[in-house]
């Protein structure tokens, strides 16, 4: 099968759903927030075949904070326990249009595997064409796969904060602007209104259309990049709330054409409680 790209249509995915070398997996994620249980929702309807990618297990064990990034050994079993081999091309969605399926497919790219895509539009736009779904628990073969780790689309705290300083790289943050300028309460209960020091601010959601929460085409996408200030001079540091929505920033930016980027895992839920780290609040201050 030939590489579809990194995203792929309700059409795409219908005529290719029973195709052997392709997985489907709901990736959804509902904070506590919402009220929403991504589990109960995937057992009442998903796209026919479809596994769950629970980000919640496949998770650090060790880290306190959720959904951080699982070691290399333990990402390996899940997946292959997901039936998911190195030849296999694996399509992410959710339900929310687009939110937690980009962490997957950088999730899969870190760990040196490039055959996966997202569903543009995700459960929302498969049904919206009219597709059928099914309930209940589906289960795979499990199967052999290989980590190649990409060690350079992950950075962690004490980068950041050298970041920050010495300007060698930009700091993109994809929370709301309310929550970015500290005027908008948090939705992670223990972190400090504001930003990291020196960060610019698009809010992912700026990458969708409103109303069918499908990724813009990719010239819009690039003008809502480039009006916020980022530039293709130097890299950039990803960040968000949880490391969610990072990812959807990484994603538009490969669209774009600029791979020079990396995400923070931790993002505001580590950075926002930790005092010994410094915070700013407001605007974004202009980038010399």
């Not at 995203?7 to 005529?15: E, F, H």
């Not at 009442?44 to 060790?62: K, R, S, T, V, Y």
């Not at 292959?80 to 992410?92: C, F, Q, S």
């Not at 003008?223 to 540091?237: F, H, L, W």
């Amino acid at each position: 099968m030939t590489y579809p790209g990194p995203v792929v249509s309700a059409d795409w995915l219908r005529n290719h759903l029973d195709d052997p070398d392709v997985r489907v997996v709901d990736a959804s994620v509902h904070l506590p927030d919402t009220g929403r249980d991504a589990r109960a929702e995937y057992l009442q309807a998903h796209i026919p075949g479809a596994l769950m990618f629970d980000l919640n297990e496949i998770a650090d064990p060790d880290n306190p904070l959720p959904r951080k990034v699982p070691p290399a050994e333990l990402f390996a079993k899940k997946v292959r326990e997901l039936g998911i081999g190195n030849e296999t091309h694996v399509v992410a969605y959710d339900t929310l249009g687009l939110y937690s399926a980009a962490r997957v497919w950088w999730l899969f790219r870190l760990y040196g595997h490039t055959k996966v895509s997202i569903l543009d539009g995700g459960l929302k736009a498969w049904q919206a064409h009219n597709l059928a779904v099914e309930s209940g628990e589906n289960s795979a073969e499990p199967t052999s796969f290989t980590i190649r780790e990409q060690a350079d689309l992950l950075v962690r705290s004490t980068d950041v904060l050298e970041v920050s300083r010495n300007g060698n790289e930009q700091i993109l943050d994809a929370r709301t602007s309310g929550r970015f300028a500290g005027t908008e309460q948090d939705r992670y209960p223990g972190t400090r209104p504001g930003h990291i020091p020196n960060s610019l601010n698009l809010y992912w959601a700026e990458l969708l259309d409103p109303d069918t929460r499908m990724l813009l085409p990719v010239e819009q996408i690039r003008s809502k990049i480039d009006a916020s200030g980022v530039t293709g001079e130097k890299p950039i540091v990803l960040t968000c709330g949880s490391g969610l929505t990072a990812c959807i920033l990484a994603l538009g930016l490969h669209l774009s054409g600029n791979d020079r980027w990396r995400v923070y895992d931790g993002s505001w839920d580590e950075w926002g409680r930790n005092h010994n780290l410094p915070v700013a609040e407001g605007a974004p201050l202009p980038q010399s």
